[in-house]
């Protein structure tokens, strides 16, 4: 019995010598293995500097090239660990890992779809030249200057400077109207005037009103004015002229002073703009009893 747990206490001792050299065999490689993930690291961040800087020359897209730049980095540091995992001779190690990351992958996959759709679609966002930074844009029940586009969202700044963050896969499914697009858009002015007015001078005063006061509109004539139904108290009508924006926010600056000269102008002319009017009528005379009236009178 003695001698049975001697010498089991010797194989014990002789194994954890041979850990023990191992180790001390493996710490140049541990050392170097270290370094050269540190390396990787390092070399990952200024590749990334270096590509987004190329690629930004080349493509006028910000997103691709923030893309392709993060990718790079991944590239570098992915490099950098199979080089350590070989160093330190796990190339069984690595063969497992990456079998496992193929089975791991395939889960994931399938828990993260939303996730991954998002990531797909922004990849595909990024690659359309009809959105880019800085575009006025409006989709989803939202309005405004597209100030990210990356792999998990799309991010939009409005006109109160308020951010809507929006998942990328509704960017992709949904309609989007790019305000940027054209240099062109069209101010619908909408008002009525009052039933005595001379509608022919209404129109030729707002034609005129618009013409000289925004230099897009060349001549009264490229003014549309277009009277739409005979409203409540006044006869309404409707006004398009076409200014140079790409944003939002230059054509209600452009509406505003649309309103505000021709309010000037049909007051400068008498023109009156009526607000709603409501006549209350009664159809039932009340009858009065002028003996009570005349008694009750008498008694006070």
């Known amino acids: 019995m003695k001698d049975t747990i001697g010498k089991a206490f010797a194989d014990l001792i002789e194994k954890l010598q041979g850990w023990l050299s191992a180790i001390i065999e493996s710490i140049p490689n541990l050392i170097l293995a270290i370094l050269v993930m540190f390396t990787a690291y390092i070399v990952a961040r200024y590749t990334r500097k270096f590509v987004l800087k190329l690629v930004e020359k080349r493509v006028d897209q910000k997103s691709i090239a923030n893309i392709i730049a993060k990718i790079s980095a991944v590239v570098v540091v992915a490099a950098g660990l199979f ?111 009052g039933y005595e007015s001379d509608l022919e001078e209404v129109e030729r005063l707002t034609k005129e009103t618009i013409a000289n006061k925004f230099e897009q509109v060349n001549d009264p004539e490229d003014v549309e004015f277009y009277y739409t139904e005979f409203g409540g108290s006044s006869i309404n009508y409707m006004c398009r002229f076409w200014i140079d924006a790409e944003s939002m926010l230059e054509k209600l600056k452009a509406k505003t002073r649309a309103i505000i000269e021709v309010k000037k102008a049909y007051d400068k002319a008498n023109i009156n703009i009526p607000f709603p009017i409501r006549t209350l009528q009664f159809d039932n005379k009340l009858a009065l009893d002028k003996s009570a009236l005349t008694e009750k009178h008498n008694s006070n």
């Open 83 to 193: 080089l350590a995992l070989g160093i330190l001779n796990l190339s069984k190690m690595l063969t497992s890992l990456l079998a496992g990351a193929g089975v791991a992958g395939l889960a994931i996959g399938l828990a993260l779809q939303g996730t991954l759709s998002n990531t797909f679609a922004g990849v595909v966002i990024s690659f359309r030249k009809r959105i880019q930074l800085g575009n006025w844009v409006e989709t989803n029940g939202y309005s405004g200057e597209v100030v990210d586009v990356n792999l998990k969202e799309f991010v939009l700044k409005e006109a109160d400077n308020n951010l809507v963050i929006i998942p990328n896969k509704m960017i992709l499914e949904n309609p989007l109207k790019n305000y940027s697009l054209t240099t062109r858009m069209r101010v619908v002015l909408e008002c009525g005037v």
